[in-house]
T-cell receptor, first 113, second 110 residues
Framework: KAGVTQTPRYLIKTRGQQVTLSCSPI?????VSWYQQTPGQGLQFLFE???????NKGNFPGRFSGRQFSNSRSEMNVSTLELGDSALYLC????????????FGQGTRLTVV | GDSVTQMEGPVTLSEEAFLTINCTYT??????LFWYVQYPGEGLQLLLK?????DKGSNKGFEATYRKETTSFHLEKGSVQVSDSAVYFC?????????FGKGTRLHILP
């Protein structure tokens, strides 16, 4: 069974631009979560979607947004990029979210210059 | 709020040594507890989990026991291998998100 697929794997953007990252969950999984990983802050929760609805949101500014489509694929958007947004963005899928095993993709490495 | 504290790394051990990575947590309620592992250039993989007090999670020779009285979930392995070199994250899940510790980098020397 295919794993969680994140595209693209690497991205370089300029300050002020916006970016969209994509995540295709494991077939049958309805929950998709996004995390930001940086050396300083570690892994921080961005948001979680279940059946196209955002169920939970972390403490990130409104420049970070996401959505989920009817096929459970999810996108994350960051507008007005800042240097501090440089990070590895990880997507995780699970059957239902809470208390079910989360499977992570390999991540998208975003560099803002 | 809920949080996870794990020992700072890096931890460097010789092959076949005994491993302990300490993890303590703060949470309201009774969250599920996890250990995830991240190999270089890869995403996170679930290593083991425990969903209630006194549960022991185990996988690939690693073990951790959910201790409510000490709010701990320490990771142990009796004999580490070079292939165990990775970053290990302790985590808890009180609801639909996972809260991670900062991670502990483990180096195993042959």
């Amino acid at each position: 069974k295919a794993g969680v697929t994140q595209t693209p794997r690497y991205l370089i953007k300029t300050r002020g631009q916006q970016v969209t990252l994509s995540c295709s969950p494991i077939s049958g999984h309805r929950s998709v979560s996004w995390y930001q990983q940086t050396p300083g802050q570690g892994l921080q929760f961005l948001f979680e979607y279940f059946s196209e609805t955002q169920r939970n949101k972390g403490n990130f500014p409104g420049r970070f947004s996401g959505r989920q489509f009817s096929n459970s694929r999810s996108e994350m958007n960051v507008s007005t990029l800042e240097l501090g947004d440089s990070a590895l963005y990880l997507c995780a899928s699970s059957l239902q979210g809470y208390n079910t095993e989360a499977f992570f993709g390999q991540g998208t490495r975003l560099t803002v210059v | 709020g809920d949080s996870v504290t794990q020992m700072e790394g890096p931890v460097t051990l010789s092959e076949e040594a005994f491993l302990t990575i300490n993890c303590t947590y703060t949470a309201t309620g009774y969250p599920s507890l996890f250990w995830y592992v991240q190999y270089p250039g890869e995403g996170l993989q679930l290593l083991l989990k425990a969903t209630k007090a006194d549960d022991k999670g185990s996988n690939k020779g690693f073990e951790a026991t959910y201790r409510k009285e000490t709010t701990s979930f320490h990771l142990e392995k009796g004999s580490v291998q070079v292939s165990d070199s990775a970053v290990y994250f302790c985590a808890l899940s009180p609801d639909d998100k996972i809260i991670f510790g900062k991670g502990t980098r483990l180096h195993i020397l042959p």
